[in-house]
């Protein structure tokens, strides 16, 4: 995470990296354009990794 922060100052894109729990994502629609969960998912209990997963659109 935060070698991608780095890297977006570099290269002066407007990428805006935040680290946040996967439970607590923003409520609104439309109010991020990305989530990266890499090897976390799983680490929730069944509940939590259905919300996640409703969440981010049944992917």
Not at 8 to 17: G, L, M, Q, T, Y
């Amino acid at each position: 995470m935060y070698q991608t922060a780095a890297s977006a100052r570099d290269e002066k894109s407007p990428i805006h990296v935040q680290k946040k729990d996967m439970l607590e994502l923003p409520p609104d629609d439309n109010s991020f354009g990305c989530v990266f969960a890499y090897h976390v998912i799983y680490h929730g209990d069944i509940l939590g990794v259905q919300k996640i997963i409703n969440e981010l659109g049944g992917c």
